[in-house]
Antibody, heavy 117, light 110 residues
Framework: QVQLVESGGGVVQPGGSLRLSCAASGFTFTGHGMHWVRQAPGKGLEWVAFIRSDGSGKYYADSVKGRFTISRDNSKNTLDLQMNSLRAEDTALYYC??????????WGQGTLVTVSS | QSALTQPPSASGSPGQSVTISCTGTSSDVGGYNYVSWYQQHPGKAPKFMIYEVSKRPSGVPDRFSGSKSGNTASLTVSGLQADDEADYYCNSYAGSDNWVFGGGTKLTVL
């Protein structure tokens, strides 16, 4: 079935780096743009980043621009998020999402990132 | 990239209808017909409920409907059921490959 499975979350110190991954299955990965969306504990959803289906365009929320990098490997059906210069306010559950008609139709279960000393 | 404005809470009795608003600007909600809505139960991932303002994905009951007027989008839940109790988030495309979410509305079924 259509599935997205995130991994790579953990505890990291402020200023540190972490790389999240998302494994896609059950659909034609190359046919869809992909997003990362995050949710801080007890808070709402925040769009983080988007990458076009062929990887030709990458776009970011102002809050992460210059620190986070989204990428994809269409040969492996994987989506990544490289997070550098992490701050306490980056603490959140990070979801990988499939784009469908400028919306988010498939969501993973999320991977938790905690930035703390 | 300011968040869209949603009421923090909404409520209704079983069988009633409730409408949740989502207010943005002419740069997001008012500028594009790419408003979507998501339902999130505690401890679960969000669920895709409405896209392109008023379209329902396969499997979403027709009790859920969406609309838009100017810079404000709305989600209406008719025939409220206990399982409709959840957090609801709106989202809009904001141009230049950017998206923005609302702050969320907690729907309580009384």
């Amino acid at each position: 079935q259509v599935q997205l499975v995130e991994s790579g979350g953990g505890v990291v110190q402020p200023g540190g780096s972490l790389r999240l991954s998302c494994a896609a299955s059950g659909f034609t990965f190359t046919g869809h743009g992909m997003h990362w969306v995050r949710q801080a504990p007890g808070k709402g959803l925040e769009w983080v980043a988007f990458i076009r289906s062929d990887g030709s365009g990458k776009y970011y929320a102002d809050s992460v621009k210059g620190r986070f990098t989204i990428s994809r490997d269409n040969s492996k059906n994987t989506l990544d998020l490289q997070m550098n210069s992490l701050r306490a306010e980056d603490t959140a559950l990070y979801y990988c999402c499939r784009d469908y008609e400028w919306a988010f139709d498939i969501w993973g279960q999320g991977t938790l990132v905690t930035v703390s000393s | 990239q300011s968040a869209l404005t949603q009421p923090p809470s909404a409520s209704g009795s079983p069988g009633q209808s409730v409408t949740i608003s989502c207010t943005g600007t002419s740069s997001d909600v008012g500028g594009y017909n790419y408003v979507s809505w998501y339902q999130q139960h505690p401890g679960k991932a969000p669920k895709f409920m409405i896209y392109e303002v008023s379209k329902r994905p396969s499997g979403v009951p027709d009790r859920f409907s969406g609309s838009k007027s100017g810079n404000t989008a709305s989600l209406t839940v008719s025939g409220l059921q206990a399982d409709d109790e959840a957090d609801y988030y709106c989202n809009s495309y904001a141009g230049s490959d950017n998206w923005v979410f609302g702050g969320g509305t907690k729907l309580t079924v009384l």
